[in-house]
Every structure is written in C-alpha cells, then in structure tokens.
C-alpha cells in the first residue's frame, strides 16, 4: 500500500510565463483571493501575490496545487513548532 504520509512529499513548483504554476508537496490551503494564495507546504508557509489569481486544480490528498493568473511574487516563511499551539498560523507567518 502507498504511503501517503505528507512528510514524504516532495515540493516543487513550477511556473510557466507567470500564468500558470504547479506546485507539490502541499498539506494545507489556508486562505485563497484573486490578490494572494497562503499555502502551507513541507518546506514551510508559502505566499503568492499576483492578479486575478485562481486556484484551478486543488487535490490535497496527493499535495498538488495548480494556479492560473498573473503571479507577482513567490514568498516562502518557516513556520516553527515551538510549542505555541494556540497562537495561529496567520500571527506565526506576520511577526
């Protein structure tokens, strides 16, 4: 049987003209505008900024994310466990 444990995932992304990205290697969708994607992947919160961003394919059972629209910017942050488990993953990404 496969194991789908999300440490095991590899992260890559791939642009194509600032259009189009595919990136793998994602646990979690936090939060999702035409202006800005917060993802969470195994290298840590992953921001992209842009225009008219659309999230066109999402399937989080194997990690994979595929963005359309115009991307402005990639920005990675780590994100600790430092034992904080109250305070949330926006405030940990803004400090």
Do not use: P, W
Request: aromatic fraction near 4%; proline fraction near 0%; include cysteine.
């Amino acid at each position: 049987m496969e194991d789908l444990n999300s440490s095991t995932r590899m992260h890559k992304v791939t642009i194509t003209n600032r259009k189009s990205c595919a990136v793998s290697g994602v646990n979690d969708v936090l939060s999702f505008d035409e202006h800005e994607i917060l993802l969470e992947t195994e290298q840590g919160m992953l921001m992209i900024k842009g225009e008219e961003l659309h999230v066109s394919r999402l399937t989080l059972d194997k990690g994979e994310v595929d963005i359309d629209g115009k991307v402005d910017s990639f920005t990675y942050s780590d994100v600790s466990a430092s034992g904080k488990k109250n305070e949330s993953l926006l405030s940990k990404l803004f400090r």
